[in-house]
């Protein structure tokens, strides 16, 4: 495992910390965007055999995934394909949608810079420019306190406060709450044993001082864009955010199908309906029991896809109690 620690972590002299920026993540790039539309949750029944397990974080166990589903603004960390925990998130904006497939996140680095990367919204902006290396004492930085790169210009970064959750807010990148954030790295750095001390990242928390661990191997990252989705028992209509036609009859009479649900019984007029209440930031939740009981309508309610909490400052959860031994 490579880790950027004193000598390489970004921490000290200005020079050091552009060489590292620059040679280890590489020089600003335009983002590029795939879509892969077809996967399924990493949530749906028909993957997890109708319940996710869960479990708490176990030390110095290192097979970690995480998975995003666009359209529920959700992201989960596994565990030895177990959930460890799922946080509330926002996207990109329809103009810059964020990837759809599969990436890996490569670092996790604390006080980052932000090099713009060369897309027409940073060509055409008067504060910043293409490849410009922008340090995190400096107020043009949008990172916040944390980012993870993902590759091909992505990342996972600070959101700027709950509005972001649930919401359509970034260049492609996906955002997340300070005191979430903060968690995941702290998860990240005990399941991997970085060798990186609970003072040092005390520090990098109170300052404005880079530290960075690298990430070797790399944690899978998936994105899927799935609209509709049967969640222990529960089918789950998310807004189809992107606009890509997705919430049709045809689909819900497919997924239905194929989550073993006849739905021969039910009207293309209901499932319009079931449909047409999955809209801007609501979802449309009923249980396949009441479905198969004909109740697909009155059975079902219309919620918020992210309840949003006030913002918690973060807890002074610094990993370590102990500093891993490598």
Request: proline share 5%; net charge positive.
């Given at each position: 495992?490579?880790?950027?620690?004193?000598?390489?972590?970004?921490?000290?002299?200005?020079?050091?910390?552009?060489?590292?920026?620059?040679?280890?993540?590489?020089?600003?790039?335009?983002?590029?965007?795939?879509?892969?539309?077809?996967?399924?949750?990493?949530?749906?029944?028909?993957?997890?055999?109708?319940?996710?397990?869960?479990?708490?974080?176990?030390?110095?166990?290192?097979?970690?995934?995480?998975?995003?589903?666009?359209?529920?603004?959700?992201?989960?960390?596994?565990?030895?394909?177990?959930?460890?925990?799922?946080?509330?998130?926002g996207?990109?904006?329809?103009?810059?949608?964020?990837?759809?497939?599969?990436?890996?996140?490569?670092?996790?680095?604390?006080?980052?810079?932000?090099?713009?990367?060369?897309?027409?919204?940073?060509?055409?902006?008067?504060?910043?420019?293409v490849?410009?290396?922008?340090?995190?004492?400096?107020?043009?930085?949008?990172?916040?306190?944390?980012?993870?790169?993902?590759?091909?210009?992505?990342?996972?970064?600070?959101?700027?406060?709950?509005?972001?959750?649930?919401?359509l807010?970034?260049?492609?990148?996906?955002?997340?709450?300070?005191?979430?954030?903060?968690?995941?790295?702290?998860?990240?750095?005990?399941?991997?044993?970085?060798?990186?001390?609970?003072?040092?990242?005390?520090?990098?928390?109170?300052?404005?001082?880079?530290?960075?661990?690298?990430?070797?191997?790399?944690?899978?990252?998936?994105?899927t864009?799935?609209?509709?989705v049967?969640?222990?028992?529960?089918?789950?209509?998310?807004?189809?955010?992107?606009?890509?036609?997705?919430?049709?009859?045809?689909?819900?009479?497919?997924?239905?199908?194929?989550?073993?649900?006849?739905?021969?019984?039910?009207?293309?007029?209901?499932?319009?309906?079931?449909?047409?209440?999955?809209?801007?930031?609501?979802q449309?939740?009923?249980?396949?029991?009441?479905?198969k009981?004909?109740?697909?309508?009155?059975?079902?309610?219309?919620?918020?896809?992210?309840?949003?909490?006030?913002?918690?400052?973060?807890?002074?959860?610094?990993?370590?109690?102990?500093?891993?031994?490598r």
């Amino acid at each position: 495992m490579k880790i950027l620690s004193r000598k390489t972590t970004f921490i000290g002299k200005l020079s050091a910390i552009l060489l590292v920026l620059v040679g280890a993540f590489g020089v600003a790039s335009g983002q590029s965007y795939i879509q892969d539309m077809k996967r399924e949750s990493a949530r749906s029944d028909k993957l997890t055999g109708g319940a996710i397990e869960k479990t708490a974080l176990a030390d110095g166990e290192g097979n970690l995934k995480i998975t995003i589903n666009v359209p529920a603004f959700q992201m989960t960390l596994w565990q030895n394909g177990k959930e460890v925990k799922t946080y509330p998130i926002g996207v990109g904006l329809k103009e810059y949608p964020i990837y759809v497939g599969f990436l890996k996140a490569s670092a996790v680095i604390w006080n980052p810079s932000w090099i713009p990367p060369n897309s027409d919204w940073v060509i055409g902006s008067k504060k910043v420019k293409v490849g410009e290396i922008i340090l995190p004492t400096d107020a043009r930085n949008p990172l916040g306190k944390m980012k993870i790169p993902l590759g091909s210009g992505y990342l996972i970064h600070q959101a700027k406060g709950v509005t972001d959750l649930g919401s359509l807010v970034s260049h492609g990148c996906v955002r997340v709450l300070q005191a979430d954030l903060y968690d995941l790295a702290d998860k990240i750095v005990v399941a991997r044993e970085l060798d990186l001390t609970p003072e040092q990242i005390a520090k990098a928390k109170k300052t404005k001082k880079t530290l960075a661990a690298e990430l070797e191997p790399v944690i899978p990252v998936e994105i899927t864009y799935d609209t509709m989705v049967v969640e222990a028992g529960r089918l789950h209509v998310y807004p189809d955010v992107y606009e890509h036609k997705k919430n049709t009859v045809e689909n819900l009479r497919a997924e239905l199908r194929s989550s073993g649900v006849d739905a021969t019984d039910l009207s293309d007029e209901t499932l319009k309906k079931m449909l047409a209440r999955a809209v801007s930031k609501k979802q449309f939740v009923v249980s396949v029991k009441n479905i198969k009981a004909g109740k697909a309508l009155l059975g079902g309610q219309t919620t918020a896809v992210i309840t949003r909490l006030p913002e918690r400052k973060p807890k002074n959860t610094t990993v370590g109690r102990r500093r891993a031994a490598r």
